[in-house]
């Protein structure tokens, strides 16, 4: 499965933001699709993941409350809905594709290629 993430810009603190993420193929609705991020010298880490059938999903702590990941199985998109945006929010969003339901960055088979959201003060 190919990915493309697109949707990042420049926010304002406490603004709201979408991000999507295309997939080719039709062996979408078959993926757990997670969101990870990556900020300037720092490790990529886990954002959010959500099941086949989208029925669950898990976010990281920091994002809870704040953080929505969806996705459209008709439309081979998951998003990832972000309110509340916070200075340290910024990095680059990539969004993944695996068989598993899992939080773990080196267990994903397949990536997209990241989106730059910057949060301005």
């Known amino acids: 499965v190919q990915l493309q993430a697109y949707g990042g810009g420049l926010v304002q603190a406490g603004g709201p933001l979408r991000l999507s993420c295309a997939a080719s193929g039709r062996t979408f609705s078959s993926y757990c699709m997670g969101w990870f991020r990556q900020a300037p010298g720092k490790e990529r880490e886990f954002v959010a993941v959500?099941?086949?059938?989208?029925?669950?999903?898990t976010y990281a702590d920091s994002m809870k409350g704040r953080f929505t990941i969806s996705r459209d199985n008709a439309k081979n998109t998951v998003y990832l809905q972000m309110n509340s945006l916070k200075l340290e929010d910024t990095a680059v969003y990539y969004c993944?594709?695996?068989?598993?339901?899992?939080?773990?960055?080196?267990?994903?088979?397949?990536w997209g290629q990241g989106t730059l959201v910057t949060v301005s003060s």
């Open positions: 993944a594709a695996d068989s598993r339901y899992t939080v773990l960055v080196e267990s994903y088979d397949y």
């Open positions: 959500i099941s086949q059938s989208g029925t669950t999903t």
